[in-house]
């Protein structure tokens, strides 16, 4: 894979002296940086560029998160959530994949990096200690790919050791990526755990341009696993297409022969779901994808979907070859109705988005 | 605008094929030449010197027009002074345009393609948009843009307001021979503006997925068939026509809207009581309405519905 590399730094001069900046700016020597005031005429520019949403992502702007850094998950109260908290350190990701949701959803199209972090350190020493008997799942994979730009921040290395020595949290690091150097010597005291999204390899090739193979991303995986880690994997998008049943069980199939069952947390799965807005997006940025030609309905939540029996027939063959594996596997939906979770389990395992945030605690919590 | 020379002119000598300031489009000089004729130009038309014996037109291009076709051959004019730019120049015009007339949306488009000579979009978007009475984003500008790379009579159409301009401009994204067919289909069928981008999306979204052309399911059997279905009035057909492309777009949700209705029809209700599903077949909710008259009525329609729950094939879609 290749790793990220901006054409240009723009740094928010209050964030300046951060570490976080140092560390950017240390590993990017020969790359242009403006220092700026004022980061909207910057922003603005990028808008009025022909594709914004390309030009954004050569651009790597450093500044300040002026909100909460940890916020619940966007889930909606229509859907059963898994009810993590988001680490949003950072928004945007270089990977290009036709479905991206944050092409839709974002204001800023650069890349950014909220680097005040020592704030953010502040934010979740106070909030952890607030609640010392329940389990925080933290996922930094929401708005961005949690490793994508891991070379150059180093986060990974500033985060890691911190939430090691908290007994009430779980890190979940979401990523496509194979950008796992700085993970491989940290000490995380079964604290953190890394997970990947995972496609067919047809799938990976044609809508996640810029994201390492399948093969590329399991054998990150598997180094992963040799150096202690609990691993998770998303099976989200599944992708519905002629052949996506052969691609998922040879995806399945080359996952378990690296990975041992037993090392694995948990995998979801969530059918490719996208705001209206996003269609005209992919038409114009991605003329060669077919994937939103298939037959999609409003769901509850605004977002188009799957319509139901496909969905449901997805994730219940899905379901069928990881169970082949290993019968215990933790196996979540992530935004799916009530209906379609007993349609799929065949039992009343999860009734609402409480029940499913406690599976996931206490199976994250083991060790 | 600098200084104004007025001079009286040859027309000949006024390029009225240079309509390098002109954003007009889609009009009809009838009324102006009665006008022209009865009292004549009472505004000489700008130009401004494009080489020494030539001039090209910032205002007064219809003017100009009418001139020609009454065969006028010479007329005051005013000339802008030399050594304004051509921005500038396009910019006099625009205001003209804009101080005494809304633009057309073709004419907005105009604008906006002659504008990106000079404008960055951010520019177009913030400061140009507003003044042509369109909001200020990126979206609209993409929207409206592509108009007038439009044929001739889709471009006529949307003036008209036969062809809503985003449908229009989404007619750019096919091939020249499909553009046509959906065209004419469109105006056969006179559907509303909806309807119209309900259309064209479907039939791009049916093309894009089998990799076919329009033209291989809109010269179908079936399609055809509806056309030219003399039983058939224009709602009728169109009606019909969005069922046959719905059909092809989304075989599976047509094919359980079928098996509901099927269902529903042996469930016998009559027509007091309305067994409606949730949309799309999306959420879990099915509802039951139904009205009644006396307190015999109402004993009637409850047995009815206490029934439904002993059917098989109504349980199998609910349970699935």
Redesign the interface.
Known sequence: MVRYIPSKIIVDTKVRDSLLTHNILNNLPGVPVEYVADTSTAI??I????D?LYAGKKVLLLTENRGRFLKPCPGTKEYICCGYRILNFATNCNLECSYCILQSYLNNPAMVVYANIEDMFAELEDELSQDSESIYRIGTGEFTDSLALDHLTGFAKLILPYFAHKQNVILELKTKTDNIGNLIDLQHNGNTMVSWSLNTEEVAKREELFAPSIDDRIEAAFKCQNVGYRLGFHFDPLIYYPGWEEGYQRTLERLFARIDTRNVSWISMGGLRFLPELKPIIQKRFPQS?I????F????DGKM?Y????R?EMYSRMLEWIRDYDPKLCVYLCME???VWK?VFKEVRVENSENLAKILDDTGDKK | MGNVEYKQLDIKSIDLTDTTFVITYGFTLTQLKKSIEKIGILNPPLVKKKSREQYSIVCGYKRLLVCQDMGIEKLRCAIMGQGIEEKDTFLTGLFDNLSHRVLNPVEKSITISKLQKYYSGEVIVKKFLPLLGLNPHYSVLDRIKPLSGLDAKVKDAVVDGRIDEGAAAKLLNFSEKDRELLFQLLSVLRFSKNKQNEIIDNSYDIAKRDGCSISDFLNAKGLKEILTDSDLNIPQKGNRVRYFLRKLRYPKIIKAEKDFMEVRRKLNLGDTIKLTSPPSFEGDRYCIEFQFENMDDLEENLKKIASIKHNKEFKRIIEG
């Open positions: 603005d520019a808008r009025g560029r022909k914004p077919k939103i030609y298939e037959e309905v409003p769901g509850m979907r319509f139901k029996p496909i449901i109705s009530r209906e349609k």
